[in-house]
């Protein structure tokens, strides 16, 4: 609204500089001098590449066409040959960039105060009339090149069902399905990257899908068996390998149901269970220090979005809650000798609330509050309050101010202030509702 | 279930009687109805095209509502529950829809819509294109469509394409309905005829009028009507005026002598208000699709109603 306004105000303002002095609507022509003439010619907007002069150079090449220039329609025929002979895939990168001006130094996981975050390159086509495959590439300064995701959609299956091998962001749990250069935060809740992963839950395996509406509304399950459900804590070594026997993989499952509660407004509402054995640490030995302990996932997330149609371009709104609970094996079966139990003796919760409104076509505000028994510091309580304001130049990019105060049990709170800016190059995909 | 108990517990004769009026009664009814094509369409324009031509043979729903930038229209899942019974998926194309009609088709897991199948109707491929780029196209250049301007159903040429597009394509999908939607095609195209005919002594004062429009949706409507789009809100397709722009526009209006802004009812109305007050124009809220508005109810209305609001600008 104060875009659209100041943008309305500096219009009049242009017009009211402009007009006493080159419009001169009340002079006759006769009077006016020639630079006055130039003037208004380079002021005027049908001299400046805009809407009206790509038009004309467009009208102009279809003139020069034989169909054109032959008295034919000025409208052409879409061409009836390929627009990709070569079947390359699409291709499409998106940059992060993360400014990190925070006072008391950057908090960034590389510690860099200006740095690219991230370069995510996509690529993604039909890779047959049977599946499609979509791979995303991630470099950045710490990890250099990772593999986020790749993987295998069938599209052909029966009854509507839908199947993916291979790796992808795990469906637990609603932000965690988005990538994170599309949040409308910078980074995930807390409760998440605490429970999942600073870059959110991924797993490497399979994924079964079917949408289903037995009461009128949409329904989804999805379940997945992967090769974890969170990130392995580095430097743990268990005495056998996490994924030895089935029962050590990682399984979720998601159900979403979503509603429509009016043609402006809408509801989702879904549960997920994430379990899978993971390494907790046990007393030093010379060959191991951890051993396998069952963790699982249970959340509730929820969603409601208002849009009023007619007025999509410049009004929305969303309020969204995520709710977790980590439950830890507390007496896993440990191997023989004097070796003790140092993982996690309870469980966890934690969550968030989100809202962000639109106040411009452009423009938007939003919040969160967060809340996490952090697993990394026994448990002790992680709060987090902050506050966004982000503005889309275009569908294509967008810019982020924002502060995070931080407040850890026990240890003094700290400010974040941070700046982003993300960009998507070429045909990048629109991501799921 | 306690009937069910009884029943079997008595005679054959007693079980035998009401299995015999069923599947007598089943028989009688089993008369079928003509099987209904299922129709999804991205826009409302689309919508009122296809239920015309598929008439009580189709059933036919739509996406976007006629007062919604087809643009930005949210994926929403209720959505793929259409598009997963649908028989046919009709679009506009020219990446109209890129943002938001994949995700659907994709989440719908339907093999009679996906690309390439009968039922995938690109209803662009059967008409004759606008602003095609022929050089390089990029982003600097705003929203451009790379494949040609996407809003060719302002033109009733193009209104007429569609329907028999949709005839012959329903026809493919339903052979045993094919003489029907050749007559309700048949009856569109006459039913338009006429309403141009009505119209047409309103095209000749609308024609050469200098006219700025918001967007570049309306070029295919200044093909027909013959008015001059002298300019556009827009400095860029897609991208929000900027006050530079506006007040070189406000220039070009007073040399072309452009009376009249016509935009969208999506678009804030506050932006054209402050060049009208400069240039002494008239801002014309437009319906672009069909249910945009009063007197849209369908896609001859419409586009009688864009006609009709033009002309009475010009004396």
Known sequence: MTMRRVQVLAAILAGAILAPGRMGAQAPDSARTDSTVRARARADSAAKADSIALMRELEKGVAASPSGGSGTPRGQVPATGSTNPRLLPDVSVVGDLMYDLSPKGSTQENGSRLGVREIEVAFQAAVDPYFRGDVFLGFNDLEKVSIE???????????????????????????NTTHRHDLHTFEYPWVIQRFLGAEGGKGTGGSLSKIFSPFGFYQEVIVTVNDRIAEPVEGLVPDTPTNQSLAGLGYTARLRNYLDLTQNANLEIAASVATSQVAQPVTTSEEFNAVNARQTLVGVDVTYRWRPLQQGLYRSFILQGEYLRQINEQNPDLPPGSVTYL???????????????QVGRRSFIGARGDMVQDPEADGSTLAAGSGYYEFFPSEFSKLVAGMERVSPKGQSAYTRIILQATFALGPHKPHPF | MRMSFRLLKGSPMRIMTPLALSVALLAAGARPAPAQLKVVTSTTDLWDIARQVGGTRATVKHISEGYQDP?????????????????????????LEVG????????????????????????????????????????????????GNPHYWLDPANGRRIAELFRDRFSELDPAGASIYATNARGFEAKLDAAAKEWAPLLAKIKGKPVVAWHTSWRYFAEYTGMNLVGFMEPKPGVPPSPSHLAGLILTMQRTGAKVIIMEPWYDHKTADVVASKTGATVLMLAPSVGAGPGTEDYIAMLRNAVTQVARVFP
Do not use: M
Not at chain 2, 123 to 133: F, T
């Open chain 1, 149 to 175: 995701q790749a993987f295998l959609t069938a599209t052909a299956l029966p009854w509507h069902l839908e199947a993916r091998l291979g790796r992808q962001l795990l469906p637990f749990g609603k932000q």
């Open chain 1, 343 to 357: 993982g996690p003796s309870r469980g966890y919760n934690g969550g968030y609330l989100f809202a962000r409104y």
């Open chain 2, 71 to 95: 643009h930005f229209v949210e994926a929403k899942p209720s959505f793929v529950l259409d598009l997963q019974k649908a028989d046919a998926f009709a679009y506009v194309g020219l990446q």
């Open chain 2, 100 to 147: 938001w009609a994949p995700v659907l088709v994709s989440g719908a897991r339907n093999q009679k819509i996906s690309q390439g199948a009968p039922g995938d109707v690109d209803v662009s491929r059967a008409i004759p294109l606008l602003d095609i780029p022929s050089g390089n196209v990029d982003r600097s250049q705003g929203d451009v469509h790379p494949l």
